[in-house]
Each structure stands twice: as C-alpha cells, then as structure tokens.
C-alpha cells in the first residue's frame, strides 16, 4: 500500500509539470484562452500556489479580461495574507486606466510594510516587475527605516540605473560594496555598464564625485581601490599610480594592486609609467621575489624599447641584478632572460648557450631544467642548428610527460620542422597539439596546421610555402628587414597562389612592428579587396580599424571597419571587442 501512495504522488507530480510546460508554451505563443483554461486547472489543484495565482491573473490581462481579473483578486485577497496582490489589484486598475484606484490598492500594498517589514520582498519586487519604479523606491526606503538591518542597496541601485539616476545608482552600489566586499568585482561589473574609456563622459564624471565624497565622509580604503579601478578604465595610470601608493602608505599589507596596475599598463603599452611603478615596487617591496620581478619586468621593457646602442646598457644592468643577488634558482627567469637577451639582441648566442649551460648546474627540479632547455632550444634554431634543438625539446617531452611546457616543447619540434621545410613532420606533432590541454597551444598549432595544409599542394615543390617558413624564421630570429624583403618576393613571384594573403597579412605586422603604418594599411587593404572570402578578411579589417583609430585619429574609418567585424564575422575572435570598440567610438556607455 505505501508504494501505490508513492507511485500516485510521483505520477500526481509529472501530469503536474506536464500541464505547467503545456501551459507555458500556450502562452509563449500568444493562445491565452487555452493558457487560462490550464492554468486555472494547475490553480484549482494548488489553490495557494502564488505563481499559478500570477499566471492566471497575467492571463486574463493578456485577455483584456480585467474585470475577471479583478473579482480574482479580490476573492485571493479574502483568503490569502499576501500583500503583493494588493500591487497586482492596483496595476489591474492601471491598466483599465482606473488611477484613482490603482493608487488606492498601491498606498495600501505600502501600508502592509509597516506591520511587517518583511513584506517589502513581495511587494517590492511585483512593483518593480510593472515597472513602477517609484513605489518600489518607497517600499525599499520604508523597509530600511523599519528594519535597518536590511540592505536593498543593490536593488534600489538596479531600479536607479533603470530611472538614469546615475548618481543615486552608484551610492547604492558604493553603499552595497562596503557592507558586503565579497560582492566587490560584481559592483564593478555593474559600474563598468554605465562608465566609459573617456574619463570626460559625465557618467565617469558623477562616479569619481560619489568617491571622492566617500572619502572625504569616511576615508575608507575600498573608496580609493574603487578610484583607481575608475582611472585604470579610462587608462589614467598616472592617477591609478597615485591611488595605489596612497592605499600602500596607509598601511596595505600587499603590494598587489601596484604589481596588477603594472602589468595591465604593459599590456597597454604605457610602458613609463610601468616602470615607474616596477621602480617604486623595488625601493619598497620587502621581499626579494617582488624585487626580482620588478627588476625582470623592466628589463623587459628596457629591451623592447631600446635599440643597438642601448644594448651594452642593458647587458650591464642583468649583470648587476645578477651579481646582486646571486646566480641562484631564485633568479632562474633573470637568467634565462639574459641569455635571451644575449642571444636575439645582443648578437652573443655561444655566450647565451653558456650561461644556460651553467644554469643548468644549479639545483633545479625538473620544470626548472625544462625551463632551460627550452630557451637553450629557442637559441639553437635561432642559429639553425635544427637538431641540436630537437634534442633539448625532445628531452623536455620526455621527462615532463602530458605537462604544459611538454606539450610547448611538442609545438616548438613542430616550429624547428617547419622552419627547415619538414612539413609532414610538422603536421603529424601539430595533430597532436590541436588537442592540447592549453588553449593557446592548441590554437596556435591549428594556425601553423592550416598554413601548411592549404599551401603545401600548390607547387610540388612548395617553393612559395618554403620562402614563407624562411620568412617566419627570419621574423623569430629578430631580422625583421629581411623577413620583409623575402615576403615581397612571395607577393610578386606567387601571385597566383593562396599564400599571398599570408604573407601580405605578415608583412602588414611586421610594417607595424617597424612604425610604417602607411604600408601596413596597404597590405591590409590588398587583402580586404582581393582575399574578402579568406579567413585572414577578420584579422586584415581589425588590423586596419585599430591603426585608423589609434594611429591617426580618424574615428569614422575605423567605425565602418568594426562594423564590417560585427556585421559580416560573427564568427570571428575579434567580434566582442569590434562590438565593444565600435560603441566606445560611437560615445556609448559600455560593459
């Protein structure tokens, strides 16, 4: 018997959310007569079933039914203590256009709040959902005053955002962010609705005046993190700087939010106040790991920056910091980046390969030594010396199994093959990596698997695809001139053959390497016009639409090429920044 009792309330329960889906879906297309006929039999089962009750009353609105509706109501009201239908009662009236009335049942709903606060959630959200924001302003204050212990500064945020009252909206949300931190990157994902890069836009305007209020009222170290998250959007570092330091000298414990703002001004090529800030983080931070990335982090920059004359400089810089704190596998990234250094700028290879060899000495562990191995092997392809490399790449695969830096090892055999025209070789490890664990590995071995496969059968020979694997070397090996002037014989010898969009589209990022924008942009345009199908149109017009933009100011351009992205490659990488770029450009208010 117990089992038959289960058995008909399990299948009570499936004809139940049967009829529901079967209700939901007469509704969803516009058959309100057979959805009121269902949810009145889903309502006459489950009598005090709150949604059943909004269902059917939405229903008979939907209807024009609103004196049904109505008598409804009312009966509920009769036997169900939930204020909110008080709301529902009222915005039937609205809609026979009864305001009388429908400002009568909305005082009332109101009134409920101040014999128990707790009915603001009903109530509230009804008015909110009818788009009465007003009442749901005052349900919210009224609540707040009852029982201070609420916090409705996020939804009174959402319903000012709503109203464009962007200066109560960020209160609220700043209000929000103090009493609940953990909530701290979602207020910022909600500021970032209504804030733009353009530090003049009135609504960045109103946000600096709510913080800086804030601090004056209660100097609060979360209201300068805020500010300096504000001056990073707009990519005001210098003033992120200032917020930075100001939050370090009273008393942060972390030197993280400098370390952060340092990086991301690098990633937006600001790279001096990047350095201003990597300086500050060696002549404060206490422990030497922050020191010796800071000291990392700008001799990168310094490099990249510099030329020919600098590179005696530098070279004498990495020898300071390494006699400063040791040749030890504390400096291990120091030190290979100085045989980098050595190796692709400063024209020292052999000396590059004995320092890492004497690197190697140390008391490493095994990522340690692949670490090594690996440059070792990035400076014996730079010397052509194809082999030697495969073997240290090799001994990587071996010893790391299935790892990150394995799997790298894995696509730089594929690189070293390609580059001396091994292309079978090649494909078979790149099969291999277009499954790999890392997304950037993965993508970048279907990248080169695709250059070779589309290119290798249009010349038995594969004179073009061979000039094209030089060229790429040539790129590695820091001789960029040459790598352009071998990607010009491509283009006027193999004018016929797909690979042409490759190298126009090559040699367009090495223009732009070189500061020569007018020929990037004519490469770009060769392949906007010729290759419109090929899958480097995307790539060609994003290229384009940022050197218009941020090389010479012509906003318009740049504009109509986003809009070629957003409308004609949905598909594409570019798509959400294109989007995102394209309402900067046209003066919106972006996420």
Known sequence: MKYVFVFTILLSMTIGAQNDAIAKDYYAKGEFEKALAEYKKLYYKSPSNINYINQVVSTYQQLEQYDEAEVFLLNILERINYPAFLVELGYNFQLKDDTENAQIYYNKALAKIDDNPNHVFGIARLFQSHSLLDEALMAYSKAKVLNPEFNFNLQMAQIYGEQGNIENMFSCYMDFAASSPVALNNVKRAINNFITEDGDHENNIILRKVLLRKIQENPDLLWNKLLSWLFIQQKDFRKAFAQEKAIFNRGAESLSGLEELAQIAVNDEQEDIALEVYTFLIDTAQDIDTQLAAHHNILLIRTKLGNKEDYPGIQEQYLNILNQYGTLPQTLDIQ???????????????????????????????????????????????????????????????????????????????????????????????????????????????????????????????????????????????????????????????????????????????????????????????????????????????????????????????????????????????FVDARKQYRILRGDAIN
């Open 336 to 574: 290979i980046s100085y045989a980098h250094f050595l190796a692709f700028y400063s024209g020292q290879p052999e000396e590059a390969t004995r320092t890492l060899e004497q690197t190697l000495e140390l008391p490493l562990n095994p990522l340690q030594q692949a670490k090594v191995k690996l440059e070792l092997g990035d400076i014996l392809v730079l010397q052509e010396q194809f082999n030697k490399a495969l073997i240290y790449y090799s001994q990587i695969q071996r010893n790391l199994k299935n790892s990150t830096i394995s799997q790298e090892a894995r696509f730089k055999v594929a690189k070293a093959s390609y580059y001396k025209g091994d292309f079978k070789w090649a494909e078979s490890q790149l099969n291999i990596l277009k499954s790999s664990t890392s997304q950037l590995i993965a993508n970048d071995a279907l990248e080169l698997k695709l250059l070779i496969s589309d290119n290798k059968y249009e010349d038995s020979t594969q004179t073009a695809l061979k000039l094209y694997a030089k060229a790429d070397l040539l790129t590695f090996q820091n001789k960029k001139e040459a790598a352009i002037v071998l990607l010009d014989r491509i283009i006027e010898e193999h004018k016929t053959e797909p690979i042409v969009a490759q190298a126009l589209f090559k040699q367009g990022q090495l223009f732009e390497a070189h500061s020569q924008f007018e020929k990037a942009v004519s490469n770009y345009e060769r392949i906007r016009a010729n290759y419109r199908e090929g899958i480097l149109m995307d790539d060609a017009l994003y290229r384009l639409a940022r050197i218009y933009n941020e090389q010479y100011n012509e906003k318009e351009k740049a504009k109509l090429l986003l809009e070629e992205i957003i409308f004609n490659h949905d598909d594409s990488i570019y």
